[in-house]
Each structure stands twice: as structure tokens, then as C-alpha cells.
């Protein structure tokens, strides 16, 4: 079992940057890929970012690429999403969520996750 807490989160204007960080307690990053997901008012929760295990390879959906970026310091058991260029859409709940199939690749469905956190709000003015 793994417990994920976010934070960073806030209210910035358009064009400003966010930086989020998800902690992880009871066992080590090192073993899972680590997804950003993001939630807006009556809407369904959307993939964000993804980065594989060691973090040989990330992968982002077209309405963040270029603009966010996803790392991991697995010694401090934290995953983090940069966030440039911030737009009022973006305005969210953020969350953070492990994945523990072991097999190749990066997962970006919301049920191929396993633990989840409990989310930061991000509030982008126009």
C-alpha cells in the first residue's frame, strides 16, 4: 500500500507556472509509474502526464505538451508536475496516482491506476 499527498497547488494568473509535488509514504516510488491527472467541475477526470519507473520516458496529452513536465526524484519518493503558461482551463483538481503493473509501457486510463492522492486545486485567472 502507498499513500500519495499533493501539494503546490493554488491560485495564479494566466500565463504564470505552478510547480506540484506528490509525496509518497509506506513504500518507494521506485516501483511504480506515476501519473497527473486533473478533474474540472462536471467533468471526467483527464490524463495529464506520465512517467515510466526510472524515469526513462514520460508522455503527455496534446493540451499540456510543451507546457507541463513530469519528473520524479525517487530518493525523496516525489513526483512533480511543472506547469508553465498556465491557461484558465487548466483550472482543476489535480491528482497524483500510482501504477503498479509491472509490465512495459505508460498508462494513461484513470482505472490502470492504483493509488491515488487527494488532490490539489489549481485556479488559473484570466
Known amino acids: 500500500q502507498v499513500r500519495l499527498v499533493e501539494s503546490g497547488g493554488g491560485l495564479v494568473q494566466a500565463g504564470g507556472s505552478l510547480r506540484l509535488s506528490c509525496v509518497a509514504s509506506g513504500r518507494s516510488l521506485s516501483n511504480y509509474a506515476m501519473g497527473w491527472f486533473r478533474q474540472a467541475p462536471g467533468k471526467e477526470r483527464e490524463f495529464v502526464a506520465v512517467?515510466?519507473?526510472?524515469?526513462?520516458?514520460?508522455y503527455y496529452p496534446n493540451s499540456v505538451k510543451g507546457r507541463f513536465t513530469i519528473s520524479r526524484d525517487n530518493a525523496k519518493n516525489t513526483v512533480y508536475l511543472q506547469m508553465n503558461s498556465l491557461k484558465p482551463e487548466d483550472t482543476a483538481v489535480y491528482y497524483c496516482?500510482?501504477?503498479?503493473?509491472?509490465?512495459?509501457?505508460?498508462?494513461?486510463?484513470?482505472?490502470?491506476?492504483?493509488?491515488w492522492g487527494q488532490g490539489t486545486q489549481v485556479t488559473v485567472s484570466s
Open positions: 512517467i515510466g519507473r526510472s524515469s526513462d520516458s514520460t
Open positions: 496516482a500510482a501504477d503498479a503493473d509491472g509490465r512495459p509501457g505508460l498508462r494513461v486510463g484513470v482505472f490502470e491506476y492504483d493509488y
